[in-house]
Structure formats: structure tokens, C-alpha cells
């Protein structure tokens, strides 16, 4: 299977900056699309960035011009970095990956396990 391995989160004024990052290990042939999602209390998770294996990276409207999302394939990672961070930001920050099995060539979806972002105001 895939393993994947979040950190970065933490807790900042509002304005700052942090930089979340997502290693991904395992059965990994090939990764296609790397995604962030957050879920607040009491809302549903939402998509905040795709980052496709080949294509446009999109962003959802809440944060664009704010964060960015990156990948270094090399290293199986990809990052999130977020800029003017909002008290409305605080959230549990989820990565996931959708990748082909080393051995079936099946799409994987795999998720990490959650970093947690406060931002105070």
C-alpha cells in the first residue's frame, strides 16, 4: 500500500505563513494527482489545492493568491504552502494522492493522517 506522512502544521497568528509537507512511500509505480483538504469543526472537508500529474493546478477561491502547492517528483513529496494565513484557515489539513499499484498498475487513493493548523487573530 501507500504510506503517507504529513507535518508542518502548527499554530500562527493571522498573517504568517506555514508550510505543510507530505512524503508518500510504498507500493508507488506512479503518482498521479496530489491533493490538500481541510475539514473545520463542525464543516465538511473541502478541496483547498490539486496539484494533476499532468495538467492545471486549481485552487479553491478561498485561497488563491495565498497558498501554493507544489510537488517534487524526485522525492515522492508535495507541499502547501500557505501565506496570509486567516483565523478561517484553522482547520485539519488532509493530503492525498491518487497513485498506480507498483505491481496491479491499479489507481490508488491514499490519505495522510491530518495535521492540524490554528490560526490565531
Known amino acids: 500500500q501507500v504510506q503517507l506522512v504529513e507535518s508542518g502544521g502548527g499554530l500562527v497568528q493571522a498573517g504568517g505563513s506555514l508550510t505543510l509537507s507530505c512524503a508518500a512511500s510504498?507500493?508507488?509505480?506512479?503518482?498521479?494527482?496530489m491533493n490538500w483538504y481541510r475539514q473545520a469543526p463542525g464543516k465538511q472537508r473541502e478541496l483547498v489545492a490539486s496539484?494533476?500529474?499532468?495538467?492545471?493546478?486549481t485552487y479553491a477561491d478561498s485561497v488563491k493568491g495565498r497558498f501554493t502547492i507544489s510537488r517534487d517528483n524526485a522525492n515522492n513529496t508535495m507541499y502547501l504552502q500557505m501565506n496570509s494565513l486567516k483565523p478561517e484557515d484553522t482547520a485539519v489539513y488532509y493530503c492525498?494522492?491518487?497513485?498506480?499499484?507498483?505491481?496491479?498498475?491499479?489507481?490508488?487513493?491514499?490519505w495522510g493522517q491530518g495535521t492540524q493548523v490554528t490560526v490565531s487573530s
Open positions: 496539484l494533476p500529474s499532468a495538467g492545471t493546478t
Open positions: 510504498g507500493s508507488i509505480f506512479r503518482l498521479n494527482a
Open positions: 492525498n494522492v491518487v497513485s498506480v499499484h507498483t505491481t496491479t498498475r491499479r489507481p490508488l487513493s491514499s
